[in-house]
């Protein structure tokens, strides 16, 4: 159990997942209404409401209380993070959709499922559920991917956005101090 997120790591590194969602959220919509395409106008839209799903589900988990807010909890991962979110949503259809489904939505699936293998089996239950179906929804949307013209995360916006990405390292930022805290107690 040694390995195991504390309370307070883990609602952090939730706090965090809820940022990320939310920010997606609003880049997605917002993007939807200026798409070229109505196709990619379309996917945009819906994957604009699973973002704010997914946000939902990770602020019903914070440890909130009258003097803590969900909001509190709330915050970027880190100034690269904000900076892929500029590059992610420049101009160019094709590119954002490979750019999401090649690069961020894989590295979101990482990131939920790294938090599952540390979360509580004692404590962590609803956040276990929480983290099961946002990868199971982020993996059912990656499916997809190449119906809607993705190439895998190749584009030179993909690239970037990836680059970006690993120097927080993974979109959900700094877990590496929780990383080699675990590996140290697990020796």
Not at 7 to 32: N, P, T
Not at 56 to 75: C, I, Q, Y
Not at 98 to 118: I, N, Q, R, S
């Amino acid at each position: 159990m040694t390995n195991r997120l504390t309370l307070v790591e883990g609602a952090d590194l939730i706090g965090r997942h809820r940022y990320v969602e939310l920010a997606l959220f609003s880049c997605l919509g917002a993007r939807a209404a200026d798409c070229e395409r109505a196709d990619v106008a379309i996917y945009l839209s819906g994957a604009s409401l699973a973002h704010a799903w997914r946000a939902g589900l990770a602020e019903s988990v914070l440890p909130v209380s009258p003097d803590l807010a969900a909001r509190e909890w709330t915050r970027t991962p880190g100034s690269a993070f904000d900076e892929a979110l500029g590059v992610l949503f420049a101009p160019g259809d094709d590119e954002l959709l490979d750019a999401t489904l090649g690069v961020v939505y894989p590295a979101m699936v990482d990131g939920y499922t790294w938090h599952l293998e540390v979360a509580s089996d004692v404590s962590d239950g609803p956040v276990k559920r929480v983290l099961r179906r946002a990868i199971a929804d982020l993996e059912a949307v990656i499916s997809e991917a190449p119906e809607l013209g993705s190439v895998g995360g190749e584009t030179a916006r993909a690239k970037e956005v990836g680059e970006l990405l690993a120097s927080v390292p993974g979109v959900f930022g700094e877990v590496a101090a929780i990383a080699r805290r675990a590996k140290e107690t697990s020796r």
